[in-house]
T-cell receptor, first 109, second 118 residues
Framework: GQNIDQPTEMTATEGAIVQINCTYQ??????LFWYQQHAGEAPTFLSY??LDGLEEKGRFSSFLSRSKGYSYLLLKELQMKDSASYLC??????????WGAGTKLIIKP | GAVVSQHPSWVICKSGTSVKIECRSL??????MFWYRQFPKQSLMLMAT?????????EQGVEKDKFLINHASLTLSTLTVTSAHPEDSSFYIC??????????????FGEGSRLTVL
């Protein structure tokens, strides 16, 4: 079956750096997405990786290794507003998005 | 960026009644729209995939006669929860596929609709 794993919850300190990992096993691969979701709101797009390597976008970076079925989202200079759930999703061979359960990130002052 | 509008944001209804939720893509044509349900502290669960002009494809375990989906145009899809019961209370989210014209073919999400069935 298809499976995406990411930690359930992480805690970090304001101003620090945190890395959220995501491993996947899917039937085919057509890209990996990271979304941010604040409680009670719809997800918002953060990043997209389809080739191996690191994509940097401001304080957020996303890394992909297709051979390892692995990605991470790196958040730098953490702010209190970064407290949210971070969802990893993979497009499979049918172009369908398979969602991870999400990682709840708690930022402490 | 692309915008998807979902309405209503909140709805409270009595058990046994039906509720319709609309999802519109405002500045692009979405041949495919997705409907998700999310219970508290759980991940998004895909309910069905809706293609314009054809019948929706439902995920296993989702009752097609209870959750009616209509995708009549390239910019509008509706989800009707028929004979709603308290266990149907959830956060319903739609998304529209931006297709390959948008970077990464990302999904654009509506604001979500919180349904409470009394």
């Amino acid at each position: 079956g298809q499976n995406i794993d990411q930690p359930t919850e992480m805690t970090a300190t304001e101003g620090a750096i945190v890395q959220i990992n995501c491993t996947y096993q899917t039937s085919g691969f057509n890209g990996l997405f990271w979304y941010q979701q604040h409680a009670g709101e719809a997800p918002t797009f953060l990043s997209y990786n389809v080739l191996d390597g690191l994509e940097e976008k401001g304080r957020f970076s996303s890394f992909l290794s297709r051979s390892k079925g692995y990605s991470y989202l790196l958040l730098k200079e953490l702010q209190m507003k970064d407290s949210a759930s971070y969802l990893c999703a993979v497009r499979d061979s049918n172009y369908q998005l398979i969602w991870g359960a999400g990682t709840k990130l708690i930022i402490k002052p | 960026g692309a915008v998807v509008s979902q309405h209503p944001s909140w709805v409270i209804c009595k058990s046994g009644t039906s509720v319709k939720i609309e999802c519109r893509s405002l500045d692009f044509q979405a041949t495919t729209m997705f409907w998700y349900r999310q219970f508290p502290k759980q991940s998004l669960m895909l309910m069905a995939t809706s293609n314009e002009g054809s019948k929706a494809t439902y995920e296993q375990g989702v009752e097609k006669d209870k959750f009616l989906i209509n995708h009549a145009s390239l910019t509008l899809s509706t989800l009707t929860v028929t004979s709603a019961h308290p266990e149907d209370s959830s956060f319903y989210i739609c998304s529209a596929d931006g297709g390959r014209d948008h970077v990464g073919g990302e999904l654009f999400f509506g604001e979500g609709s919180r349904l409470t069935v009394l």
